[in-house]
C-alpha cells in the first residue's frame, strides 16, 4: 500500500493490484458518533442519500445516468466513524467515473425537494433493519447496555420525519472538510497516473477539522427482556464489554480466537445437538467506550431455556480443553487463507485500507496480517480469549411473552 498525496493536496491510499477493475472509495470521517444529540440519530445516513440527489453539475437523474453511462457501479455505506462513497469501474473508464464521484462527494446541492421524497426511501429502509429480529435485537441490546449517547447508523423513523435539510447540511459543513476526507484506491494503475486523474478533479481543500470528541457510556449489565408478541421464534444476544485493543496483533489475536470458538459452538450446539442455528460471536470495536463481544442466537421458543444455560457452558469448556497449541496453530494458517481469499476483491481491499487508516494505521493491513499472524503466540490469543470471555455478560432475549417468563428474576 503506497499513502500518496495528489495535487490538490489530498491523502491517496493506493494498492496496485493485476485487476483491470478499479476500485475507488472516498472516505469521510463522519458517522453516527458524531450525532451528539437525540434528535441526530442517523442524519449522517441521511446525508449520505442526499449526496445522490444532485450536484451543481448534475441533476439527480444525471447522475444514475451518468454513472450508468460509463458502466461504473456506485454505491456508499455509514458507519459509526465513516462515510463513504465508492465506486467499480473498468479501467478505461476510470477517469470518467471518478469525475462523477468527486463532483458527487464535493458538489452536492442536498435540494429540499428532493429531501420530502427521499424520507421515504430511508424510512423504508429503517422498516426492513427493524422486521430483522437479529438486527432489532442486537440494534436494543447495545441500547440498553451502552445507554442513550450509542447511536445506530441507521437512524430511527421519528428523526428522519422530523429532520430539516439544515440539520443534514450540518453534517456535511463540519465534517466533510480538510483531513477528514481520503480516498482508496485499487488498481492496475501506475500511481503516476492515478494522481493525473484525481488531481485533475478532486477539490479537496486544506481546512481545519474539528476533533471528534467521543462520548462517555457507563454499561449497564442487567438482563434486557423484548416483547415479541405471537413469535415461534425467540432471539437472545448476549454483550460482554471489553477492552479496546487498539494493537493490530490484539485485533487478530481476538479475530482468530473468535474464529475458533465460532466452529466449537457451531459444531456442538448446533450441529451436534441443533438447539438453535447461528451463533456467532463477534466483537464490535467501532465505537470508543462501547467495544464487546457479542453472540447471536435464534432457536424456537422451547428451547430458550437450555441455550441461556449451555451456551456459557460451552464456552467454559471450550476455554477449558480447545485452545490447544495444535488448534491455534490450525486456526491461524485456516484465518490466513481467508485473507488470502480477501485479497482478490479490490472493493474488500479498498475497505481494509480504509479501516486501517481510520484507526491510525498505515501499513498494509494485508502485509500486516501474512506476516504478522504467523508470529502470533498461542499465549496471547488464549490470554485474550479468556479475558475477552469469562464473566458477567449481558443477557438480552427477545420473544413472546410466555417465552422469555423464566428470565422475569434472572
Ligand atoms: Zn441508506
Known amino acids: ?59 439527480w437523474q444525471d447522475q444514475v445516468h451518468d454513472f450508468n453511462k460509463v458502466g461504473a ?30 463532483d458527487q462527494v464535493y458538489n452536492a446541492t442536498l435540494p429540499n425537494d428532493r429531501w420530502e421524497i427521499e424520507k421515504g426511501t430511508i424510512i423504508s429502509e429503517i422498516e426492513d433493519f427493524q422486521d430483522t429480529p437479529a438486527e432489532l435485537l442486537n440494534m436494543l441490546a ?24 439544515e440539520n443534514l447540511a450540518y453534517f456535511k459543513d463540519t465534517f466533510y472538510r480538510g483531513r477528514n476526507i481520503f480516498i482508496c484506491v485499487a488498481g492496475n494503475l501506475s500511481s503516476k497516473a492515478l494522481l493525473k486523474i484525481i488531481g485533475k478533479y478532486d477539490k479537496w481543500q486544506p481546512q481545519r477539522c474539528r476533533v471528534r470528541r467521543p462520548p462517555e457510556f457507563k454499561f449497564d449489565p442487567r438482563v434486557l427482556l423484548v416483547e415479541r408478541e405471537h413469535s415461534q421464534q425467540s432471539y437472545i444476544t448476549w454483550i460482554k464489554p471489553i477492552k479496546r485493543y487498539t494493537r493490530v496483533r490484539e485485533e487478530m489475536s481476538l479475530d482468530i480466537g473468535l474464529y475458533m470458538l465460532y ?10 445437538r441443533g438447539l438453535c442455528y447461528n451463533l456467532r460471536p463477534m466483537y464490535f470495536m467501532d465505537v470508543e467506550g462501547c467495544e ?78 501474512f506476516k504478522g499472524a504467523p508470529r502470533i503466540k498461542d499465549h496471547t490469543i488464549r490470554g485474550i480469549l479468556t479475558e475477552c470471555l469469562i464473566a458477567d455478560t449481558k443477557l438480552c432475549v427477545m420473544g413472546s411473552d410466555s417465552a422469555k417468563s423464566p428470565f422475569y428474576n434472572y
Request: charge should be negative.
Open 263 to 272: 466452529n466449537y459452538l457451531y459444531e456442538d450446539i448446533v450441529w451436534d
Open 142 to 165: 447495545m441500547k440498553d447496555g451502552f445507554g442513550p449517547n450509542y447511536k445506530e447508523p441507521i437512524g430511527n423513523i421519528e428523526n428522519i420525519k422530523n429532520a430539516k435539510i
Open 1 to 59: 500500500m503506497q499513502i500518496l498525496t495528489a495535487g490538490s493536496g489530498i491523502t491517496v491510499l493506493f494498492k496496485r493490484i493485476p485487476s483491470k477493475l478499479v476500485s475507488c472509495k472516498y472516505y469521510i470521517r463522519c458517522g453516527s458518533v458524531d450525532e451528539v444529540l437525540p434528535e441526530q440519530e442517523g442524519l449522517c445516513h441521511a446525508l449520505e442519500h442526499m449526496l445522490f440527489q444532485g450536484t451543481t453539475q448534475r441533476s
Open 292 to 369: 464487546c463481544i457479542y453472540i447471536n442466537a435464534a432457536c424456537s421458543n422451547g428451547r430458550l431455556e437450555q441455550i441461556v444455560e449451555d451456551v456459557p457452558k460451552a464456552i467454559d469448556v471450550f476455554l477449558k480443553t480447545q485452545m490447544t497449541s495444535d488448534k491455534i496453530e490450525e486456526a491461524k494458517l485456516a484465518w490466513v487463507r481467508d485473507a488470502l481469499d480477501a485479497e482478490e476483491s479490490s472493493s474488500i481491499i479498498t475497505s481494509w485500507m480504509g479501516h486501517a487508516y481510520l484507526n491510525n494505521r498505515t501499513k498494509d493491513p494485508f502485509d500486516e496480517i
Open 73 to 102: 457501479y456506485s454505491n456508499a455505506e455509514t458507519d459509526f466513524g465513516h462515510t463513504a462513497y465508492e465506486i467499480h469501474v473498468a479501467q478505461d473508464r476510470f477517469e470518467s467515473a471518478f469525475e462523477i464521484l468527486s
